[in-house]
């Protein structure tokens, strides 16, 4: 009876261990970025035109620094205080998007924690004409937006900048794309590479 017992016992405590445990996790968890795969970004490369590349597309190595100014009370001086600096922290792709649609570059992650996932974390709309200049539009995971706006700053070099202000700070996000694929000039590609 009290082997019964016991083993009944033993049964229900492995059964609650069980249930105890953390379910998997889904593949992908919902997230607020529009997601192509690969397919999808070979279709926006090949539908465009012979000889429609842009400058500006390519492969890009992206920095943050996060600053936060202020005046002193007493003095008035600006003071101004690095928050966050993120060196080389994302791997991106600024892509041309469809034709007629309503923005006219991408940029899609290529350093996203899901293999085989590209979400479309900003867009790019040109606002100057010749195109030198752009708003971006970049997509925070909460679903939030920022208006950033950019400029090429070199040949390989695009900038962009975002301030906000809280209470009597002013908080800048400064952006430093740097362009990995392809370069402006080739030959900086390889050191020592024949014309």
Same mark, same amino acid.
């Given at each position: !009876?009290?082997?019964?017992i016991?083993?009944?016992?033993c049964?229900c405590?492995?059964l609650?261990l069980?249930q105890?445990?953390?379910k998997?996790t889904?593949?992908l968890?919902k997230t607020?970025y529009e997601?192509?795969?690969?397919?999808?970004l070979m279709?926006?490369?090949?539908g465009?035109?012979?000889g429609?590349f842009?400058?500006?597309?390519?492969?890009?190595?992206?920095s943050?620094?996060?600053? *936060?100014?202020?005046?002193?009370f007493?003095t008035?001086?600006?003071?101004? *205080?690095?928050?966050?600096?993120k060196?080389n922290?994302?791997r991106v792709?600024?892509?041309?998007?469809?034709?007629?649609?309503?923005r006219d570059?991408?940029e899609?992650s290529l350093s996203?924690?899901?293999?085989?996932?590209?979400p479309? !974390?900003?867009e790019?709309?040109?606002f100057a004409?010749?195109?030198?200049?752009?708003i971006?539009?970049?997509?925070e995971?909460d679903?939030k937006?920022?208006d950033?706006s950019m400029?090429?700053?070199?040949p390989?070099?695009?900038?962009?900048?975002?301030?906000? !202000?809280?209470?009597?700070?002013?908080?800048t996000?400064k952006?430093s794309?740097?362009?990995?694929?392809? *370069?402006?000039?080739?030959?900086?590609?390889v050191?020592?590479?024949?014309e």
């Amino acid at each position: !009876m009290t082997t019964k017992i016991l083993l009944v016992f033993c049964l229900c405590f492995s059964l609650t261990l069980l249930q105890a445990q953390p379910k998997p996790t889904t593949f992908l968890k919902k997230t607020p970025y529009e997601v192509v795969d690969f397919e999808d970004l070979m279709h926006r490369y090949l539908g465009k035109e012979v000889g429609s590349f842009n400058q500006l597309e390519g492969i890009y190595s992206v920095s943050c620094v996060i600053t *936060k100014s202020s005046k002193a009370f007493f003095t008035g001086q600006l003071r101004v *205080k690095v928050v966050e600096r993120k060196d080389n922290y994302a791997r991106v792709a600024i892509l041309k998007d469809w034709p007629g649609s309503q923005r006219d570059f991408i940029e899609v992650s290529l350093s996203y924690h899901v293999s085989n996932v590209y979400p479309i !974390m900003g867009e790019l709309s040109a606002f100057a004409s010749g195109g030198q200049a752009f708003i971006y539009k970049h997509i925070e995971p909460d679903g939030k937006y920022r208006d950033f706006s950019m400029a090429p700053s070199g040949p390989d070099l695009i900038e962009g900048e975002f301030s906000e !202000m809280h209470k009597r700070k002013t908080i800048t996000y400064k952006l430093s794309y740097v362009k990995l694929y392809p *370069k402006e000039h080739p030959q900086d590609l390889v050191a020592g590479a024949k014309e």
